[in-house]
């Protein structure tokens, strides 16, 4: 038998399946006796731990019946009468003989790992780490009788982190070593030695401001919590880098900028404490299916929340799936479901991978263009050929299709959850289009009508206010459809002043009470104001200082004394320049970085909301690379796996909505060229910029446009398909492309609102663009007949099978030839009566 206590108690068997321990007090028995790790633990002691102090008169022979139980069960094949080998009785009470305890083996791999050479310790702490499935004893962590065990394992594992971390810094793979203690560092920001790694491998890979950067805000961190002066260890490291000593080892550069986020990296969640347990509580009072939905202004913290949410999950063992929803006009449709299923499919196959067409499979991308086909707006550039495009099979339909394909995905999450726990987090889900609504809500219907019991949980986040002036938005629908499932709503509302001074203190900046009430007042308790208006009031003063509020001139009032610290009071001038609105606030952030600063932030927002710093600097310069680190430091940006984001999405629109429009084409379509040779590129993206880049990419509009519609159709996102259509005919009307275009364009639209289901729509366009339609179709059928003819080389045959496309006054051909079809006054080619739309005038020879 295996006893495993990192994470969730569990006993498994040799064949490596679970055991059923019994109810809570039966575990709580087997707990508090591996807690002992062999010895003896009395059997009053154990009653008075596991009925919390307060037994009842049967507690005796109860415990008696839990241990009988428990033999039966980590003992299967002991014989009646026979004495137990595990679980053994020994005066005053009971111990647990157990050897095979993953505890004990992280133990002895982590004690291995100090005198072994790097490689051979690298591989010890990796095998010892792997062991870890999270909160040790898990239901039993906050026990008095664990507290002590579980504190001596979380230091064991932060030993291990730290040798870790050192044996791949020894073995020349810095590189490996910053995403692991970028985390590691927020949720231990007091141990040092977790701080100077980071800082050590920001160094030797080339990143020394960022290094230098992160060792101070370690110090204001550290300086704020514990009223005290940064331990020796940081500031020799500090001092180190400063003069690029020797023995720091060597260092090699990176191509990407890769910002720090341990500065204003994950912060501890201040002033959500009750929000988190109520989501924390759905994991242990629901079995099955369970859907919460969080709500909040912009800022108020719905993301931190569920980051901290996705924390608590991963820690306890569950598959965490996050999804997120940015702009629907930058992102292609069903994009939370494509992050979501790609991820699960790394830890379960899918069982029907067919009906998945376009979510997982690689997506079409439209004709190759090489940069230098882009044109100028005065060049004329012919309309590229383009193939019909084959959404779904001829036999299949959208009524057959969409169903097929979210039966799969409900099927498929709960397949996954019959292996481990899954939690689906869906953030921003007012940004989603509306198949991924759709597809949200068929999936949680669907999961609950399969047999069993899934463990999967779906937590969306939205903002308040979600469509103003139409009450049918799609994720209204579905908030009222699902609430008749036991839905979970969170509503989220602004900080108190408590939570403001936690806050302030994560941040290295130290405020009092009557200060941190009016900052809540002025900023309504937003974190995202707060934050802002936390460092704005900080700017110029020394780390540690009390940044006090001044009292009013006829109040006699003694400004309170904090002992061992400075205090500064703050005029009421400083609180009357925090403006109203956060956009104001990131504009002074934005002056005191400079104007190039805001110069390569403006491409950066105009880029996405998740852009590569790569990216950047092709639109711009190299230099860029340098004003994305200050404004990493400043706070602005945070990166993640090579790429960086807006610390929030406020301050990208702040930015953007300071662009002029001349800059905001520009930079679209330098992103568009850019991105158009990136094979890797979803088209939706380089539709975007094409579309906003005006009148100087038209015809690159039409044709990205197009293949995004195309692929919208592929997963079946029709309503998407049609926006990305009629953006196409848009700006083929503003270039004044040819018919043959527009009515291929028209064409596409009413196919796609058939499949959409929206036959109305679909005849009024028919109606409105019929004429062109019909031409075109008249002109495809007398081009295949004449080609036919053509390939009989039989001239008779060749004028007889035009002739029902030939007005009755034109001449018959007699010989064999090139052909086509003229009207009067147009320049030669397929072109139609001027009168008459289902005819053409001549068929004359070229």
């Known amino acids: 038998m295996e006893f495993r206590v990192l994470g969730p108690l569990e006993v498994r068997d040799d064949a490596g399946t679970p055991v059923n321990l019994g109810g809570p007090r039966q575990r709580a028995v087997l707990a508090r006796l591996l807690v002992e790790g062999g010895s003896v633990v009395s059997a009053d002691r154990l009653i008075d731990d596991v009925y919390d102090g307060a037994p009842p008169a049967s507690a005796t022979a109860t415990l008696q019946s839990y241990v009988s139980n428990l033999r039966r069960v980590i003992e299967p094949d002991r014989g009646p009468r026979t004495r137990s080998r595990l679980l053994v009785g020994r005066l005053p009470g009971y111990a647990l003989a157990a050897t095979e305890v993953d505890a004990l083996r992280f133990g002895e791999l982590v004690d291995r790992s100090e005198s072994r050479p790097a490689a051979e310790a690298l591989s010890c702490l990796e095998e010892a780490l792997r062991l870890w499935r999270g909160s040790p004893y898990g239901e039993f962590c906050d026990e008095t009788w664990a507290v002590a065990e579980v504190r001596r394992l979380w230091e064991q594992r932060a030993v291990a982190v730290e040798r870790r971390a050192q044996a791949l810094l020894d073995l020349g793979r810095p590189q490996a070593v910053i995403p692991d203690l970028e985390g590691e560092t927020a949720a231990n920001p007091s141990r040092e030695r977790l701080w100077c790694l980071l800082a050590l491998a920001l160094y030797?890979?080339?990143?020394?401001?960022?290094?230098?950067?992160?060792?101070?805000?370690?110090?204001?961190?550290?300086?704020?919590?514990?009223?005290?002066?940064?331990?020796?260890?940081?500031?020799?490291?500090?001092?180190?880098?400063?003069?690029?000593?020797?023995?720091?080892?060597?260092?090699?550069?990176?191509?990407?900028?890769?910002?720090?986020?341990?500065?204003?990296?994950?912060?501890?969640?201040?002033?959500?404490?009750?929000?988190?347990?109520?989501?924390?509580?759905?994991?242990?009072?629901?079995?099955?299916?369970?859907?919460?939905?969080?709500?909040?202004?912009?800022?108020?913290?719905?993301?931190?929340?569920?980051?901290?949410?996705?924390?608590?999950?991963?820690?306890?063992?569950?598959?965490?799936?996050?999804g997120g929803c940015d702009d629907t006009r930058e992102t292609p449709p069903l994009w939370p479901w494509v992050q979501v299923l790609q991820e699960l499919q790394r830890h379960c196959p899918?069982?029907?991978?067919?009906?998945?067409?376009?979510?997982?499979?690689?997506?079409?991308?439209?004709?190759?263009?090489?940069?230098?086909?882009?044109?100028?707006?005065?060049?004329?550039?012919?309309?590229?050929?383009?193939?019909?495009?084959?959404?779904?099979?001829?036999?299949?339909?959208?009524?057959?299709?969409?169903?097929?394909?979210?039966?799969?995905?409900?099927?498929?999450?709960?397949?996954?959850?019959?292996?481990?726990?899954?939690?689906?987090?869906?953030?921003?889900?007012?940004?989603?289009?509306?198949?991924?609504?759709?597809?949200?809500?068929?999936?949680?219907?669907?999961?609950?009508?399969?047999?069993?019991?899934?463990?999967?949980?779906?937590?969306?986040?939205?903002r308040d206010s979600i469509s103003p002036c139409a009450t049918t938005h799609p994720v209204e629908d579905l908030l009222s459809r699902l609430a008749r499932y036991d839905l979970v709503r969170i509503h989220l509302g602004g900080l108190g002043a408590e939570a403001?001074?936690?806050?302030?203190?994560?941040?290295?900046?130290?405020?009092?009470?009557?200060?941190?009430?009016?900052?809540?007042?002025?900023?309504?308790?937003?974190?995202?104001?707060?934050?802002?208006?936390?460092?704005?009031?900080?700017?110029?003063?020394?780390?540690?200082?009390v940044i006090g509020a001044a009292p009013p001139a006829s109040s006699a009032a003694v400004p309170t004394a904090v002992p061992d610290t400075a205090s500064t009071a703050v005029p009421d001038t400083v609180f009357t320049a925090v403006p109203d609105t956060v956009a104001e606030l990131i504009r002074q952030r934005l002056t005191a970085l400079g104007s190039r600063v805001g110069e390569v932030l403006e491409i950066a927002a105009l880029t996405g909301p998740d852009f590569d710093p790569a990216l950047v600097a092709e639109l711009d310069d190299d230099s860029a690379y340098d004003a994305l680190d200050r404004a990493a430091q400043a706070g602005l940006l945070v990166s993640h796996a090579g790429r960086m984001t807006f610390a929030h999405g406020l301050v990208r629109e702040t930015i953007i909505g300071a662009v002029t429009p001349p800059r905001k084409a520009e930079i679209h379509r330098a992103a568009m060229i850019a991105l158009s040779s990136r094979p890797d590129t979803d088209v939706a993206v380089i539709a975007h910029h094409a579309v906003e880049a005006g009148p100087g990419a038209r015809h690159e509009a039409i044709r990205w446009a197009r293949a995004a519609a195309e692929q919208a159709s592929l997963r079946l996102a029709h309503d998407e398909a049609v926006i990305w259509w009629d953006r196409a005919i848009a700006a083929h009307d503003a270039c004044g492309g040819d018919p043959e275009t527009r009515a291929d364009l028209a064409s596409r639209r009413v196919r796609t609102l058939t499949e959409a289901g929206h036959l109305v729509e679909a005849r009024q366009t028919r109606t409105e663009s019929g004429h062109l339609i019909d031409a075109r179709q008249t002109r495809t059928e007398a081009g295949q007949a004449v080609d036919h003819a053509k390939a009989d080389r039989e001239p008779a045959a060749h004028a007889s099978a035009a002739r029902p496309l030939i007005a009755p006054d034109a001449p018959a051909p007699d010989a064999p030839g090139d052909w086509t079809l003229t009207a009067p006054g147009v320049p030669v080619g397929w072109t139609l009566h001027p009168l008459r739309h289902d005819r053409v005038s001549a068929c004359v020879p070229r």
């Open 204 to 322: 030797r890979t080339g990143r020394q401001a960022e290094a230098l950067a992160v060792l101070r805000g370690a110090g204001n961190a550290l300086a704020g919590r514990l009223r005290g002066n940064p331990g020796s260890e940081l500031r020799t490291m500090e001092d180190a880098i400063l003069r690029q000593v020797d023995s720091l080892g060597p260092v090699t550069t990176t191509a990407v900028l890769d910002a720090p986020t341990a500065v204003r990296g994950r912060q501890p969640l201040r002033g959500r404490e009750t929000q988190l347990a109520e989501l924390r509580n759905m994991l242990t009072t629901n079995s099955g299916l369970a859907v919460a939905a969080v709500s909040g202004e912009p800022g108020i913290g719905k993301t931190s929340l569920l980051t901290a949410f996705r924390d608590h999950c991963a820690g306890f063992g569950h598959l965490v799936l996050w």
């Open 350 to 462: 899918p069982p029907d991978r067919s009906a998945l067409r376009g979510l997982l499979d690689d997506q079409p991308q439209p004709h190759s263009m090489e940069p230098s086909q882009f044109v100028k707006p005065s060049q004329s550039m012919e309309p590229h050929p383009v193939e019909p495009s084959h959404p779904m099979e001829p036999s299949q339909s959208v009524e057959t299709v969409s169903p097929r394909r979210n039966r799969a995905v409900a099927q498929w999450l709960v397949t996954a959850a019959r292996e481990q726990p899954v939690v689906v987090i869906l953030d921003d889900l007012h940004r989603a289009d509306p198949a991924s609504v759709d597809l949200l809500r068929d999936v949680f219907i669907l999961a609950r009508a399969l047999p069993g019991s899934p463990r999967v949980t779906i937590v969306t986040a939205f």
């Open 500 to 545: 403001v001074q936690a806050l302030a203190a994560d941040l290295g900046i130290t405020v009092d009470e009557p200060t941190a009430r009016r900052l809540t007042g002025r900023t309504g308790g937003n974190p995202f104001f707060l934050r802002e208006s936390l460092f704005l009031l900080a700017r110029g003063r020394k780390p540690g200082t």
